[in-house]
T-cell receptor, first 113, second 114 residues
Framework: KAGVTQTPRYLIKTRGQQVTLSCSPISGHRSVSWYQQTPGQGLQFLFEYFSETQRNKGNFPGRFSGRQFSNSRSEMNVSTLELGDSALYLC????????????FGPGTRLTVL | AQSVSQHNHHVILSEAASLELGCNYSYGGTVNLFWYVQYPGQHLQLLLKYFSGDPLVKGIKGFEAEFIKSKFSFNLRKPSVQWSDTAEYFCALGAGAAGNKLTFGGGTRVLVKP
C-alpha cells in the first residue's frame, strides 16, 4: 500500500497570507490527524477528522482549520499567517474510530517570511 | 489533561552500547503508548506500541519497551545500538476511546558514534 502523502512538501509564504496543505491517507484509512512540529514546542496535535467530522481539536487559534472529504483526503488551512507558524506540518492516518496506530506522512515544511 | 515527558533530551553512545530512554506519562484512564522514531531526513515511523496484554512489547530493529503502570512509565530499550540508530525518538500517549489524538513527549536525540 502507498503511504501517507502530503503536498506540497515545501512552502514559502509571507505574513498575512493564507495557506492550504493537503494530505492523502493510506487507502482504507478513515481517520486523519494533523500535527505541528517545531524545535521549540515539539510535536503538537492540531485536529483529527474521521468520516468527514472533526472529532478532536488541539489548542490552536481559529486561524487553523481543516476539513476532510468523502474519500478521506484532508486539507488544513492556516489564515493570516504569522512568523510563528513556520513549522513542519505532519499528517497521520489510521484505520479505526478509537485510538489506533497512526502512520505519518513526510510533512509539509512551511516557512513564513 | 494528559502529558508525556522524556527525561533525556540528548544521548550520545558508542556502537554496541545499551540504550534506555525514559518516558513517563500523566493520565488517569486507559492508555495506549507508542514509540516513534524519526531518522535524519525521514518521516516519523512506528517502533512499537502497547495497547494491552503483555507489558513487555517488542518492536522493530531490536527495540523493546516495558509498560509499568504503577510508575506511569514506558521506557524504551535496545541491548546493543548501531550507528544507524542515530535518530530522534518520541514517546506518545493515546488516551481512551476519544479518537486518534496523540500527545507526544519532547523527544530524545540519540547520536551513536561509530
Amino acid at each position: 500500500k502507498a503511504g501517507v502523502t502530503q503536498t506540497p512538501r515545501y512552502l514559502i509564504k509571507t505574513r498575512g497570507q493564507q495557506v492550504t496543505l493537503s494530505c492523502s491517507p493510506i487507502s482504507g484509512h478513515r481517520s486523519v490527524s494533523w500535527y505541528q512540529q517545531t524545535p521549540g514546542q515539539g510535536l503538537q496535535f492540531l485536529f483529527e477528522y474521521f468520516s468527514e467530522t472533526q472529532r478532536n481539536k488541539g489548542n490552536f487559534p481559529g486561524r487553523f482549520s481543516g476539513r476532510q472529504f468523502s474519500n478521506s483526503r484532508s486539507e488544513m488551512n492556516v489564515s493570516t499567517l504569522e512568523l510563528g507558524d513556520s513549522a513542519l506540518y505532519l499528517c497521520a492516518s489510521s484505520y479505526g474510530q478509537t485510538t489506533d496506530t497512526q502512520y505519518f506522512g513526510p510533512g509539509t515544511r512551511l516557512t513564513v517570511l | 489533561a494528559q502529558s508525556v515527558s522524556q527525561h533525556n533530551h540528548h544521548v550520545i553512545l558508542s556502537e554496541a552500547a545499551s540504550l534506555e530512554l525514559g518516558c513517563n506519562y500523566s493520565y488517569g484512564g486507559t492508555v495506549n503508548l507508542f514509540w516513534y522514531v524519526q531518522y535524519p531526513g525521514q518521516h516519523l515511523q512506528l517502533l512499537l506500541k502497547y495497547f494491552s496484554g503483555d507489558p513487555l512489547v517488542k518492536g522493530i530493529k531490536g527495540f523493546e519497551a516495558e509498560f509499568i503502570k504503577s510508575k506511569f512509565s514506558f521506557n524504551l530499550r535496545k541491548p546493543s545500538v548501531q550507528w544507524s540508530d542515530t535518530a530522534e525518538y518520541f514517546c506518545a500517549l493515546g488516551a481512551g476511546a476519544a479518537g486518534n489524538k496523540l500527545t507526544f513527549g519532547g523527544g530524545t536525540r540519540v547520536l551513536v558514534k561509530p
